[in-house]
């Protein structure tokens, strides 16, 4: 009498990445696509300004420019990647600054003392924000759209509130001339600092456990929640991660103009998340990377430059980005809608293949 042992194996299912060349495969990203569109305009404005574009000062211009929304841009990748959106980084920059401002000015001197008490003040102003905006978002179940549209008003009324809709220009010396305007070894201190931030937020997001997760929610929350991820806990470090990210670029932005911007930031987080999404960050959730994130902010930055020097009105700028995003957001749906298309041919095939 023999004995049959039936092993029960789940199928081999190939939707064929294995076989597409690497080359096509890169050229499926969309943070790939959109620095081709970054290198062909900085082409176009090379060839029409010259040397007056290609200058090293006016690419100094432009990493100064991009800095702050660099450090802003980190925060709202991993926010957007939840398939989450953040409205208030602005107001909490605004906020942020107005209460480092106040401190240091009540302290006096220019020392570093008195703006290492601003920075951690600022720090500390965010990260509040931020917890307020994961707890309501993660335990309170408020739609992220509702909960930082409303903390937007909230934080930016309260810095008027204080100051009386005044900017406060009590900023140190020692603060303005290391961060603002200081260099090393020729590269804006700005620059450098948001070039760092940006480096240590990939390896988060690329590199740990704390992106892995955060990738894992935006795919499939619920999901993620029955493998045993704490969801809530996770959504909440990374508010709050944003709010201290604005937080301290809320002190950058001290340091570069020597006061606060009240009424400079109204658009900060709208071209935030414009450049997050462009760079190829899915506003669906569960796709995105620091790299096409600070590839999408170079975008408005350089369209800013060139038309400047070419004399065209600067707001055509915002018509190209306008542009650009909701190119951007239909090639996502697009791929997204292919992708799907593609894979159930291929599951189906591998079913029927194992009834055989």
């Not at 890169?26 to 090379?46: E, M, P, T």
């Not at 760079?279 to 038309?307: D, Q, R």
Request: some cysteine; proline content about 3%.
């Amino acid at each position: 009498m023999s004995t049959t042992t039936t092993t029960n194996k789940a199928p081999n299912v190939d939707f064929g990445e294995e076989h597409v060349p690497l080359l096509t495969r890169l050229f499926k990203l969309q943070s790939v696509w959109i620095l081709c569109v970054l290198i062909g305009i900085i082409a176009i404005f090379s060839i029409a300004a010259g040397t007056k574009f290609l200058a090293w000062s006016n690419f100094s211009i432009i990493t100064q420019n991009v800095s702050i929304w660099a450090v802003l841009g980190v925060g709202m990748t991993f926010v957007i990647i939840t398939s989450g959106i953040d409205l208030s980084i602005g107001s909490v920059l605004v906020f942020s600054s107005v209460v480092a401002a106040k401190v240091m000015e009540a302290m006096g001197g220019d020392g570093w003392d008195v703006a290492i008490v601003g920075i951690v003040c600022a720090c500390i102003s965010g990260v509040l924000w931020g917890l307020l905006n994961g707890w309501l978002v993660a335990r309170a179940k408020i739609p992220p759209l509702i909960v930082t549209l409303g903390t937007l008003s909230i934080a930016l009324g309260l810095a008027q509130i204080i100051t009386g809709g005044l900017d406060i220009r009590a900023v140190p010396a020692s603060l303005s001339d290391t961060i603002g305007y200081g260099r090393f070894l020729g590269i804006p201190m700005l620059s450098l600092i948001a070039l760092i931030v940006v480096v240590i937020g990939g390896i988060l997001l690329h590199k740990t456990k704390f992106g892995r997760y955060t990738y894992a929610i935006g795919s499939n929350e619920e999901a993620t929640r029955r493998v045993g991820v704490k969801v809530s806990r996770q959504l909440i470090k990374i508010y709050a991660m944003t709010g201290f990210l604005a937080g301290f670029a809320g002190l950058l932005s001290l340091s570069q103009y020597a006061t606060t911007t009240i009424a400079g930031q109204s658009l900060t987080n709208l071209n935030v998340i414009a450049a997050v999404v462009i760079g190829g960050t899915s506003i669906f959730g569960g796709e995105g990377s620091i790299f096409g994130t600070v590839v999408g902010l170079f975008i408005p930055a350089v369209l800013l430059s060139g038309f400047t020097i070419l004399g065209v009105t600067p707001y055509w700028q915002t018509v190209a980005v306008g542009s650009v995003l909701i190119a951007a957001v239909y090639i996502d749906q697009s791929r997204r809608a292919a992708a799907s298309r593609g894979a159930k041919p291929s599951l189906m095939a591998a079913v029927r293949g194992k009834k055989k």
